[in-house]
């Protein structure tokens, strides 16, 4: 089943289901919109910026990040239960990272905090898969010419995060300040850091 087709039949099932449950008296709407807030109240880039500072500061973390994202975050608390999977692709001096969702907005909601209006508009969906470079100099971040971008297509099944390149000079620098310096959009690779 292609992803469009497979990300439609779960939305049409998540409402069939939310339906189902309000209409057995299961759960109220005003039950199910809290336990959604809920989950978004702990839904934060505060999140992945907390993991990318630790790859920065542990080599032994970063390569369990690398080799398996979705195990190494919930060794930090993050994504437990989740059915996707988590990849985690790493910026270096000659490759940059951007992330898009084609078909609708997958993003890696528990990290990144719910997704930016742009991430979700048919301009950037399309746009960033054609002309990276572009799209990115829009965002304000100029890479050399010699970098090469890898553009990565999140799905229902497996979502992304970027693990932007540590500025220079931060060394003296520990996890908690290294965390500050980290923007959402850098773990989408819209920029630097």
Request: net charge negative.
């Amino acid at each position: 089943m292609s992803g469009d087709h497979a990300d439609a039949l779960i939305s049409r099932r998540v409402r069939r289901l939310e339906s189902l449950l309000e209409e057995k008296g299961v759960l109220s709407g005003g039950v199910l919109d809290e336990a959604i807030d809920a989950f978004l109240a702990q839904s934060s880039p505060a999140n992945g910026a907390r993991v990318v500072a630790r790859a920065w500061v542990d080599p032994a973390f970063k390569s369990r990040l690398l080799a398996d994202g979705t195990a190494a975050v919930q060794e930090l608390g993050f994504m437990e239960g989740s059915y996707q999977r988590l990849r985690v692709v790493e910026n270096t001096e000659s490759v940059h990272n951007v992330i898009v969702c084609t078909l609708c907005s997958c993003y890696p909601l528990r990290l990144l905090g719910p997704s930016p209006s742009w991430y979700k508009s048919e301009s950037y969906r399309s746009r960033v898969v054609r002309e990276p470079r572009a799209v990115l100099a829009e965002f304000g971040l100029l890479l050399p010419a010699d970098t090469q971008i890898s553009v990565w297509d999140s799905s229902a099944e497996t979502r992304y995060l970027v693990l932007p390149r540590r500025p220079a000079g931060t060394d003296s620098l520990d996890e908690p300040e290294l965390t500050a310096l980290v923007t959402r959009n850098a773990l989408i690779g819209t920029a630097a850091v």
